[in-house]
């Protein structure tokens, strides 16, 4: 069950729900979103019910779930949310172009593959300093110092920057860095990492797992969730499939579907789903004419010398098609 604060709830309705329920022996998790906080609880529905928690001050709306996947539940909010990076609003209305290299390679590489981000017209900036590699031999990426420099990218561009945590422990760090927290798909079940992220304070861009269902997905987030943080935004990077020619399969069934089941915003990573550069812009248009909140991709000044990735990174030219698609089909919104 899902307790939905009017926009004008004060404080203490809040609060005065969390002691309503908790003292009826039942769990309440608040979640405080940009446009209103919902409270999701836990326990016993027939004893909430007789509660009677919608003629407390401050409630909007009292709605029965019975999802597992709650307090990003469609049911409750039905609207899909927007959510804001650093000024940057993802959501209806907002189309999110993100583009950026697959990892922070070195400085020179970062400022130009963030300087092709923005001369195609991107809101956001996309790469990776902490690499979640198949191979423990292949390059895991610069760490902090990779950080620093998606910093000094941020601050030559005026972009945004979202980027990877692939352990617990770094939370802090990355958060204390980036605007916006990455989860990967192969951390996409990582429920500690996600509880972390969760109560970091950043919005938090979570890639669907390999092999993930959208209710596992929609749960995933529902960890994240339920530590007081709703600003997720959910990205469709491909599952595994049996075709041998593309690294993995993009789902654009996803995206309606998600947006049915949840209120979060979807995005599609066409770059990572296909694996290579040719599928990328097409698969980003069939991701914006399904509805999708926005596109993530990989640029490289130069794709050939890329330490990670680089069959898939757009070329300047590519990147400018993808804007000029972008383009005709948000206009059309
Ligand atoms: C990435 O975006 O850099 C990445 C590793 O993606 P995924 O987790 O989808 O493979
Ligand atoms: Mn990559």
């Given at each position: 069950?899902?307790?939905?604060?009017?926009a004008?709830?004060?404080?203490?309705?809040?609060?005065?729900?969390?002691?309503?329920?908790?003292?009826?022996?039942?769990?309440a998790?608040?979640?405080?979103?940009?446009?209103?906080?919902?409270?999701?609880?836990?326990?016993?529905?027939?004893?909430?019910?007789?509660?009677?928690?919608?003629?407390?001050?401050?409630?909007?709306?009292?709605?029965?779930?019975?999802?597992?996947?709650?307090?990003?539940?469609?049911?409750?909010?039905?609207?899909?949310s927007?959510?804001?990076?650093?000024?940057?609003?993802?959501?209806?209305?907002?189309?999110?172009?993100?583009?950026?290299?697959?990892?922070?390679?070195?400085?020179?590489?970062?400022?130009?593959?963030?300087?092709?981000?923005?001369?195609?017209?991107?809101?956001?900036?996309?790469?990776?300093?902490?690499?979640?590699?198949?191979?423990?031999?292949?390059?895991?990426?610069?760490?902090?110092?990779?950080l620093?420099?998606?910093?000094?990218?941020?601050?030559?561009?005026?972009?945004?920057?979202?980027?990877?945590?692939?352990?617990?422990?770094?939370?802090?760090?990355?958060?204390?860095?980036?605007?916006?927290?990455?989860?990967?798909?192969?951390n996409?079940?990582?429920?500690?990492?996600?509880?972390?992220?969760?109560?970091?304070?950043?919005?938090?861009?979570?890639?669907?797992?390999?092999?993930?269902?959208?209710?596992?997905?929609?749960?995933?987030?529902?960890?994240?969730?339920?530590?007081g943080?709703?600003?997720?935004?959910?990205?469709?990077?491909?599952v595994?499939?049996?075709?041998p020619?593309?690294?993995?399969m993009?789902?654009?069934?996803a995206?309606?579907?998600?947006?049915?089941?949840?209120?979060?915003?979807?995005?599609?990573?066409?770059?990572?789903?296909?694996?290579?550069?040719?599928?990328?812009?097409?698969?980003?248009?069939?991701?914006?004419?399904?509805?999708?909140?926005?596109?993530?991709?990989?640029?490289?000044?130069h794709?050939?010398?890329?330490?990670?990735?680089?069959?898939?990174?757009?070329?300047?030219?590519d990147?400018?098609?993808?804007?000029?698609?972008?383009?005709?089909?948000?206009?059309?919104?």
């Amino acid at each position: 069950m899902v307790v939905v604060m009017s926009a004008h709830a004060r404080p203490e309705d809040v609060e005065a729900i969390v002691v309503t329920v908790e003292r009826a022996g039942g769990s309440a998790f608040v979640s405080r979103g940009v446009e209103r906080t919902i409270i999701g609880l836990i326990g016993d529905i027939e004893l909430f019910l007789g509660l009677n928690l919608a003629r407390l001050p401050g409630v909007a709306d009292v709605v029965r779930i019975s999802a597992p996947y709650k307090l990003v539940s469609r049911a409750h909010h039905d609207a899909t949310s927007t959510v804001t990076v650093r000024g940057v609003p993802i959501g209806p209305g907002h189309f999110a172009f993100i583009a950026g290299p697959c990892a922070v390679e070195t400085r020179e590489q970062t400022l130009a593959a963030a300087q092709m981000a923005k001369d195609a017209g991107a809101v956001l900036l996309r790469g990776g300093a902490y690499k979640p590699r198949t191979s423990p031999y292949a390059f895991q990426g610069l760490g902090p110092i990779g950080l620093e420099i998606l910093a000094e990218a941020r601050e030559a561009t005026g972009l945004p920057v979202v980027t990877e945590v692939v352990d617990a422990a770094d939370v802090p760090l990355v958060a204390q860095w980036a605007d916006m927290l990455q989860v990967g798909t192969r951390n996409a079940q990582n429920f500690g990492l996600l509880q972390a992220v969760g109560a970091a304070g950043r919005p938090v861009l979570l890639k669907r797992g390999l092999t993930a269902t959208y209710e596992e997905w929609l749960m995933a987030a529902e960890y994240v969730a339920q530590r007081g943080n709703l600003d997720i935004v959910l990205c469709e990077r491909g599952v595994r499939s049996f075709e041998p020619a593309i690294r993995n399969m993009l789902d654009i069934s996803a995206v309606p579907m998600i947006h049915a089941m949840s209120h979060l915003p979807v995005i599609v990573d066409p770059s990572h789903a296909a694996g290579r550069r040719d599928l990328v812009v097409p698969l980003a248009r069939a991701g914006i004419a399904a509805g999708a909140d926005g596109v993530i991709v990989d640029v490289h000044p130069h794709p050939e010398a890329a330490l990670c990735d680089g069959p898939q990174a757009l070329f300047g030219e590519d990147l400018a098609a993808l804007a000029a698609a972008v383009a005709a089909v948000t206009a059309g919104r």
